[in-house]
C-alpha cells in the first residue's frame, strides 16, 4: 500500500512538472490522473488499491463517531432516569482478529464509547472482557460489535 501511495504522489510531481505549473490545483489533478492509472494497473501490485483501505479507514470513523453519538445517548438516558434500572455487567467478547494492532484498535474503539470498558483481554489475545454499564442482552452486544467495529477494522486491514 505505501508503494502505491508514493507512486501516486510521484505521477502527480511528474503532471506538475510536465505541466510546468506548481499550483495545488495542478498537483491535485495529477494525483486524480495518478490515481486513475494506479486503479486501471491494480491487478500488477500485490496489495489491493490503496484508495480502498483509506475508504475503509473513512467508514471505520463514521462508525465510531455513530457509535458515540448513540452510546452518548444511552448513558444520558440512564444518567436522567430517576430510577435505577440499568444492569451493569461484564461479559466475554470472542473477537476473530490476529493482529496486535487490530486487537488494540478494537480495545481503543469500545473502551471510548461511553459506558463500555475493556477490562481484559486473554493471554491467547482471542477474548475480550468488556464491562458494559447498562446490558440486557449480551449477546446482543457482542452481535453489534462484531457487525460494527469488528468488521471495519477487518476491511481496513485485509
Do not use: C
Not at 34 to 62: D, E, H, K, P, Q
Amino acid at each position: 500500500m505505501a508503494f502505491q501511495v508514493l507512486l501516486n504522489v510521484f505521477i502527480a510531481f511528474m503532471w506538475m512538472f510536465l505541466q510546468n505549473s506548481y499550483t495545488l490545483s495542478v498537483f491535485a489533478a495529477g494525483f486524480l490522473f495518478g490515481l486513475l492509472i494506479i486503479f486501471i494497473m491494480r491487478r500488477s501490485f500485490s496489495s489491493r488499491f490503496y484508495f480502498l483501505n483509506v475508504l475503509a479507514v473513512f467508514t471505520l470513523f463514521t462508525i465510531f463517531i455513530k457509535e458515540l453519538i448513540l452510546a452518548n445517548l444511552s448513558v444520558l438516558k440512564v444518567i436522567l432516569s430517576p430510577v435505577f434500572s440499568h444492569t451493569p455487567g461484564i461479559f466475554a467478547y470472542e473477537t476473530e482478529l490476529k493482529k496486535d494492532w487490530e486487537i488494540t484498535m478494537l480495545s481503543n474503539l469500545i473502551t471510548l464509547t461511553p459506558g463500555t470498558l475493556v477490562v481484559d483481554i486473554s493471554d491467547d489475545k482471542k477474548t475480550l472482557y468488556i464491562h458494559a454499564m447498562d446490558i440486557n442482552d449480551a449477546e446482543e452486544a457482542r452481535k453489534e460489535i462484531r457487525d460494527s467495529f469488528e468488521k471495519a477494522i477487518k476491511e481496513v486491514s485485509r
